[in-house]
């Protein structure tokens, strides 16, 4: 398979010069806590950097400073900067949590792109902090080029946050290693409704050591809180050095608000001083913003969530396109999910318009629909509802299953090839197939759902299966007992590559440690596979 250059990590001399390195104080203790805003000295970026909306000649780079600063950045097609380009981005300020993003535009498709970031004082240019160094390839024009990229989600999720003594999130210096075009990062990118303890006792008798923070110690009400959840994962040095080599595709789900949350919902949880989660809702979507490098048209953020869009489609070149789904923000309440009508379902009318339009007008070899949460596997919620599309009725489509019926039926009927679903969200790693020959209905062409995580969370048993879409779980790797910590079961990823000569799509689910174990081929064009 013909490939573009790729490079393992950042060049040996751009760690000396401190890309991927921060002051001792931003680094994962037992006793870590955010850097303080400090207002001597020069600016900076002890956060590192991101990069996010990669297309083939534009991305969006990412950084947090210290102080109010203004973001500077270069680029340039070599690690040594003999020739770059200049690139003025915004002030920082307390307005965004002195987050900034700076567009980059006109860039050569396929290529490797080096950049830095130097951030200055707002009133006197010359005094400016040590740059922050990070490369992401751009989007390929070409389709022998190929594409690979990796994904999974639920990080620092049921007590498990950042443990020094086991090296922190590990998993990211493996995925890091991969050298994916991108990642994708499907939901629960943090836990803002589960509060860590410094220490918790294992069944074996070990102590798993958090790292703690004073956001993280307590369920996220405050627009700070929810910044201080976002910002607990970037005090990672996997992260930051995965961040500054990978490009980042993100969506959300629940626990970056609420377990299990709703638009509408009031809680009646005693944690929470605020108790309608729509309020919540909104201040999670602001701070996610603030703190991912994502372009959407989030428009304001009022008191209803409905305001911040997440979904969006991300074009990367011939052979694929991601549709990103946001099936948290338009759902309607949880509840048996058995009615017999139902016309909001999980994604909302205006966002399933949206997709059969997008996946209508898609010309890419490869749709892959990113979903956070899977379809025919059923997730409860309490004794008598249900979270995710299944309700366990392996019938006709009652409920939330109705939307996702129409959206089949209409793939079908359009004669759009080459779609499957990646998620995570379960905590754990499968593959269902989905065949109407199986199924109570049968109106749709078969498909693959492909399922992984946890990033660095609890691992639970597999869920149960629906019949209604007629899923056969070829795979499943799940630990038996519920919540599990990572230093007792390997934490999941996938993988996800285009061959550029024959357009074969190779699916591997991997674990922490190195292993493959599962590996599919689909062909392009076919239906079923």
């Avoid at 958090?210 to 992260?239: C, H, I, P, Q, S």
């Avoid at 991300?314 to 999910?337: I, Q």
């Avoid at 090839?417 to 078969?446: C, I, M, N």
Wanted: charged share 25%.
């Amino acid at each position: 398979m013909p490939h573009r250059p790729r490079i393992l990590s950042p060049g040996r001399r751009t760690v000396l010069r401190g890309s991927l390195l921060v002051p001792a104080a931003a680094l994962p203790t037992a006793s870590a806590a955010a850097p303080a805003l400090a207002l001597a000295g020069r600016p900076e970026a002890a956060w590192g950097v991101q990069v996010g909306s990669v297309t083939a000649s534009s991305a969006l780079v990412w950084v947090r400073s210290d102080r109010p600063a203004r973001m500077l950045v270069e680029t340039s097609a070599t690690e040594s900067f003999r020739r770059s380009r200049s690139w003025y981005g915004p002030l920082t300020g307390p307005g965004t949590d002195f987050t900034g993003t700076t567009p980059l535009y006109g860039l050569p498709a396929g290529e490797q792109v080096h950049y830095r970031v130097t951030l200055a004082d707002p009133h006197d240019p010359r005094r400016t902090g040590k740059p922050v160094y990070g490369t992401f390839r751009t989007a390929p024009a070409r389709r022998r080029d190929g594409v690979r990229f990796l994904w999974s989600g639920d990080i620092a999720g049921q007590g498990w946050g950042i443990n020094p003594d086991i090296g922190g999130y590990r998993v990211y210096e493996e995925m890091r290693r991969l050298d994916p075009d991108f990642f994708l990062c499907s939901g629960d990118t943090v836990y803002a409704d589960g509060p860590l303890q410094p220490g918790v006792p294992l069944p074996d008798g070990r102590i798993w050591r958090n790292v703690m923070t004073e956001e993280k110690a307590k369920v996220a009400e405050t627009l700070d809180e929810y910044r201080g959840n976002f910002r607990y994962n970037l005090l990672d040095r996997n992260v930051r050095r995965f961040n500054a080599q990978v490009p980042s595709v993100v969506q959300w789900d629940d626990h970056e608000v609420r377990n299990n949350w709703y638009p509408g919902q009031i809680l009646d949880d005693p944690r929470y001083t605020e108790k309608n989660v729509d309020i919540l809702a909104a201040r999670s979507a602001r701070a996610f913003h603030e703190y991912f490098p994502v372009s959407t048209p989030h428009g304001s953020y009022g008191s209803s969530a409905r305001r911040s869009r997440m979904y969006r489609t991300v074009h990367h070149g011939p052979l694929l396109d991601v549709f990103v789904l946001d099936m948290r923000s338009h759902r309607n309440r949880n509840s048996p999910n058995r009615q017999a009508d139902d016309t909001t379902g999980i994604l909302g009318a205006e966002q399933l318009r949206w997709l059969k339009r997008a996946l209508t007008e898609s010309r890419a070899v490869w749709k892959v629909i990113a979903a956070d949460m899977p379809l025919g596997l059923v997730v409860p919620d309490g004794a008598t509802d249900y979270e995710a599309v299944a309700q366990g009725d392996p019938g006709a489509p009652l409920g939330r299953e109705l939307q996702i019926a129409e959206l089949l039926r209409f793939i079908k009927h359009r004669r759009i090839t080459g779609t499957l679903w990646l998620t995570a969200d379960v905590h754990y790693t499968s593959a269902q197939h989905y065949a109407p020959e199986r199924a109570a209905f049968k109106d749709f062409a078969p498909f693959w759902e492909f399922v992984s995580g946890p990033l660095a969370a609890g691992g639970f048993p597999a869920n149960a299966l629906d019949g209604t879409f007629g899923p056969d779980r070829v795979f499943v790797r799940a630990p038996d007992r519920a919540n599990v910590s990572p230093m007792e079961s390997p934490q999941f990823f996938g993988e996800v590559e285009i061959d550029g000569d024959s357009a074969d799509l190779t699916v591997r689910l991997r674990a922490e440690g190195g292993a493959v174990l599962f590996t599919k081929v689909l062909r392009p064009g076919r239906v079923g596979q």
